[in-house]
T-cell receptor
Framework: ETGVTQTPRHLVMGMTNKKSLKCEQH?????MYWYKQSAKKPLELMFV???????ENNSVPSRFSPECPNSSHLFLHLHTLQPEDSALYLC???????????????FGPGTRLTVL | TQLLEQSPQFLSIQEGENLTVYCNSS?????LQWYRQEPGEGPVLLVT?????EVKKLKRLTFQFGDARKDSSLHITAAQPGDTGLYLC???????????FGAGTRLFVKA
């Protein structure tokens, strides 16, 4: 595998389900990000991890819970979501976050999430 | 609020035409990136511009960073259907470290 991978690519879940999104980067980067992309809206930054430490939580509701066990893996745990949470969830990585190096980000293909 | 405004929001052209899309802000940026996102995929980095007035070329794509580092443009020569996608600009304002994204220009090139 190369670059940034995400699984699953598509997910349909009910509002009472619990599911997790997985992201893995094979670029040797130290920073990882979760973004939400809704139709006709700019990319919304959700969380940033730098060297496994969370450095940014962009006022994300607690029904989204990130986990970063190491610099290569990032999870987004989902529970009791709402239909308006349906979107494309993108993971990205960069060399580091918080300095100029975070500007060049490499994205995964995304998980298309539908909440019924 | 530091924003990156992209224009136009949507552009539909015929194959072979030229086009320019813009990315503007009232803030100064240490660098700007351009990404292209195809349907069902994540954004792919095309280029980073760093120096005011810088021009970079990537085959038929020409990127320019404004002299004051507040704006950037992307010019495509002889567009092809494969250029279809969402073009995003992004950058971190000088003095800040968080990258912000514009809303994008959605380009459709008809064969």
């Amino acid at each position: 595998e190369t670059g940034v991978t995400q699984t699953p690519r598509h997910l349909v879940m009910g509002m009472t389900n619990k599911k997790s999104l997985k992201c893995e980067q094979h670029l040797g980067h130290n920073a990882m990000y979760w973004y939400k992309q809704s139709a006709k809206k700019p990319l919304e930054l959700m969380f940033v991890y730098n060297f496994k430490e969370q450095t940014e939580n962009n006022s994300v509701p607690s029904r989204f819970s990130p986990e970063c066990p190491n610099s290569s893996h990032l999870f987004l745990h989902l529970h009791t979501l709402q239909p308006e949470d349906s979107a494309l969830y993108l993971c990205a990585s960069s060399q580091v976050a918080g300095v100029l190096g975070d500007n060049e980000q490499f994205f995964g293909p995304g998980t298309r999430l539908t909440v019924l | 609020t530091q924003l990156l405004e992209q224009s136009p929001q949507f552009l539909s052209i015929q194959e072979g035409e030229n086009l320019t899309v813009y990315c503007n802000s009232s803030s100064v940026f240490s660098s700007l990136q351009w990404y292209r996102q195809e349907p069902g995929e994540g954004p792919v980095l095309l280029v980073t511009v760093v120096t005011g007035g810088e021009v970079k070329k990537l085959k038929r794509l020409t990127f320019q960073f404004g002299d004051a580092r507040k704006d950037s443009s992307l010019h495509i020569t002889a567009a092809q259907p494969g250029d279809t996608g969402l073009y995003l600009c992004a950058g971190a304002p000088t003095g800040g470290f968080k990258t912000i994204f514009g809303a994008g220009t959605r380009l459709f090139v008809k064969a």
